[in-house]
C-alpha cells in the first residue's frame, strides 16, 4: 500500500465549555474545562493511524509548557516523527464549546505553525502518493515552503482542507494550490464564502473550473456531498447526538484519504467518513479512541 503524508500542526487544545460566548466586559463561568492535543493535522492523523495506513506526520513541536505537554503526548500515542523546533515556544488553542455542540476557536500561533522545507525534503517522497495539507499552515509565511513542495513533486495527489481560513490564505497562495488540481475538502459556510454561490450544487462546479478535481463538501446534520465535474452525489448522514464539533471535519477527511488508499471509491470513502465523523460529534474532543473506531466495523 502507498504511504500519506501528513503535513500540518500539533496544537495544545484548552478546551472551555460554556453557557455561552461572553461579551465584551461580561464575567462568565466555565462550566468544565480540560486540555488534549489536537489541531487539523494531528486529527487526520489520528484518523489514518486507525485505519492502518502508512503514512508520515510531519509536525514541528516547539519548547515551552505547551510544547513540553505536545511532545509528552505524541510520545505517548507512538508518534516520533515531529520535528522539534528548539528556539520557539508552542502555541495553544482555546476550544469553547457552547451547549448545542458548536465550538468558537481562539488560536495563539507558535512553533506549531512553522514550517521549513528542509524538512520536508528529508522524507522519502517515492514512498509517497498522496499528501494531506490544512489551510492554516499554508496561511503562515512558512506556508510557501509547503506550496514549493506541493510544486515540485507533481506525483502526489494532494488533499486539501483549507478551512475557515479559506478567504484569509490570500489568492495568490490559493491560485498555486489549485493549479496542482487538489481533491478540495470544505463545508457548507466555507465553500459558500468563498464562491458567493448559496446554491451547493452551483459553488461545487464554479471550484470545479479552477481545480479540475473532485469537491468534497460536508453539510453538517444533512450529511455530504461531491462533485466530479458531471455528477453531484449526496450522502446520507449518520444520525447523532452531537456533544461537540471539534475535529468532525479534520476526522472526515482524514477517513476519506484513508479509504481512498484502500481502494474505495469517492462514495464509499463518504459514507465511511460520515459515519466517523458522527462518532467524532457524539464524544467529546476532535478525536477516536481505538475502542471507539474498532466498534464501528469498518476494517
Known amino acids: 500500500m502507498n504511504k500519506t503524508l501528513i503535513?500540518?500542526?500539533?496544537?495544545?487544545?484548552?478546551?472551555?465549555?460554556?453557557?455561552?460566548?461572553?461579551?465584551?466586559?461580561?464575567d462568565c463561568?466555565?462550566?468544565?474545562?480540560?486540555?488534549?492535543?489536537?489541531?487539523?493535522?494531528?486529527?487526520?492523523q489520528n484518523i489514518i493511524?486507525?485505519?492502518?495506513?502508512?503514512?508520515?506526520?510531519?509536525?514541528?513541536?516547539?519548547?515551552?509548557?505547551?510544547?513540553?505537554?505536545?511532545?509528552?503526548?505524541?510520545?505517548?500515542?507512538?508518534?516520533?516523527?515531529?520535528?522539534k523546533v528548539s528556539n520557539q515556544d508552542n502555541g495553544c488553542c482555546?476550544?469553547?464549546?457552547?451547549?448545542h455542540g458548536e465550538r468558537t476557536f481562539l488560536s495563539y500561533h507558535g512553533a506549531e505553525?512553522?514550517?521549513?522545507?528542509?524538512?520536508?525534503?528529508?522524507?522519502?517522497?517515492?514512498?509517497?502518493?498522496?499528501?494531506?495539507?490544512?489551510?492554516?499552515?499554508?496561511?503562515?509565511?512558512?506556508?510557501?515552503?509547503i506550496i514549493e513542495y506541493l510544486e515540485e513533486h507533481q506525483h502526489l495527489e494532494v488533499f486539501f482542507a483549507p478551512g475557515p481560513r479559506i478567504?484569509?490564505?490570500?489568492?495568490?497562495?490559493?491560485?498555486?494550490?489549485?493549479?496542482?488540481?487538489?481533491?478540495?475538502?470544505?463545508?457548507r459556510d466555507e465553500i459558500i464564502a468563498y464562491t458567493g454561490k448559496a446554491d451547493l450544487y452551483e459553488a461545487a462546479k464554479a471550484l470545479f473550473l479552477h481545480?479540475?478535481?473532485?469537491?468534497?463538501?460536508?453539510?453538517?446534520?444533512?450529511?455530504?456531498?461531491m462533485y466530479d465535474g458531471s455528477s453531484f452525489i449526496h450522502i446520507d448522514p449518520i444520525p447523532t447526538q452531537v456533544v461537540d464539533t471539534i475535529g468532525a471535519g479534520d476526522a472526515h477527511i482524514g477517513a476519506v484519504i484513508a479509504c481512498r488508499q484502500r481502494g474505495y471509491s469517492f462514495e464509499k470513502s463518504l459514507r465511511i467518513a460520515n459515519a466517523i465523523s458522527s462518532v467524532v460529534?457524539?464524544?467529546?474532543?476532535?478525536?477516536?479512541?481505538t475502542n471507539e473506531f474498532d466498534s464501528l466495523n469498518i476494517l
Open 167 to 187: 478567504n484569509s490564505i490570500g489568492q495568490s497562495k490559493i491560485n498555486r494550490i489549485f493549479k496542482r488540481s487538489p481533491v478540495l475538502h470544505l463545508n
Open 94 to 99: 482555546y476550544c469553547y464549546v457552547e451547549p
Open 49 to 83: 493511524q486507525h485505519f492502518n495506513v502508512p503514512h508520515l506526520f510531519c509536525t514541528p513541536v516547539g519548547t515551552g509548557i505547551y510544547g513540553e505537554y505536545v511532545e509528552k503526548q505524541l510520545l505517548s500515542k507512538g508518534v516520533t516523527s515531529y520535528i
Open 113 to 145: 505553525y512553522t514550517f521549513s522545507k528542509e524538512w520536508l525534503d528529508a522524507v522519502p517522497i517515492d514512498e509517497y502518493n498522496k499528501v494531506y495539507v490544512c489551510g492554516l499552515e499554508v496561511e503562515e509565511p512558512t506556508g510557501d515552503a
Open 29 to 44: 463561568h466555565i462550566n468544565h474545562q480540560s486540555m488534549a492535543i489536537g489541531g487539523c493535522a494531528y486529527n487526520v
Open 211 to 225: 481545480t479540475k478535481n473532485t469537491i468534497l463538501i460536508t453539510d453538517g446534520g444533512d450529511g455530504s456531498y
Open 281 to 289: 460529534v457524539g464524544s467529546k474532543g476532535g478525536t477516536l479512541s
Open 7 to 26: 503535513i500540518g500542526s500539533t496544537a495544545l487544545d484548552i478546551i472551555l465549555e460554556v453557557d455561552r460566548l461572553p461579551s465584551t466586559a461580561q
